[in-house]
Nanobody, 123 residues
Framework: QVQLVESGGGLVQAGGSLRLSCAAS???????MGWFRQAPGKEREFGVG????????SYADSVKGRFTISRDNAKNMVYLQMNKLESEDTAVYYC?????????????????WGQGTQVTVSS
């Protein structure tokens, strides 16, 4: 069993930065990890993903060049550094643990989800 707890969300001005953290309990080092987000009235969407070793990453076009995902398997942590935040980034951000070989962009590829952390970007 895996439990995920996100932290680091908050209110930030446009152009600012935030760093989200995801603390995992249980064995996640072999699983790909992803950050998704869900804005009010919209579907949950893929943001970024990282392979089990951390050697491969993937970014949605909307965050590419601004967000960076990383992981520390020794600490069972996954991080999301978000720079140059825009009002369109306002959403609840979820950390998720996926299955090896499953497509990262699909929510159905992930077996475990955190409770989410709110990110609000003021313009």
């Amino acid at each position: 069993q895996v439990q995920l707890v996100e932290s680091g969300g908050g209110l930030v001005q446009a152009g600012g930065s935030l760093r989200l953290s995801c603390a995992a309990s249980g064995r996640t080092f072999s699983r790909p990890m992803g950050w998704f987000r869900q804005a009010p009235g919209k579907e949950r969407e893929f943001g970024v993903g990282i392979s089990g070793t951390g050697g491969v990453t993937s970014y949605a076009d909307s965050v590419k060049g601004r967000f960076t995902i990383s992981r520390d398997n020794a600490k069972n942590m996954v991080y999301l550094q978000m720079n140059k935040l825009e009002s369109e980034d306002t959403a609840v951000y979820y950390c998720a643990a996926g299955r090896v070989g499953a497509p990262w962009v699909k929510t159905t590829s992930y077996d475990y989800w955190g409770q989410g952390t709110q990110v609000t970007v003021s313009s």
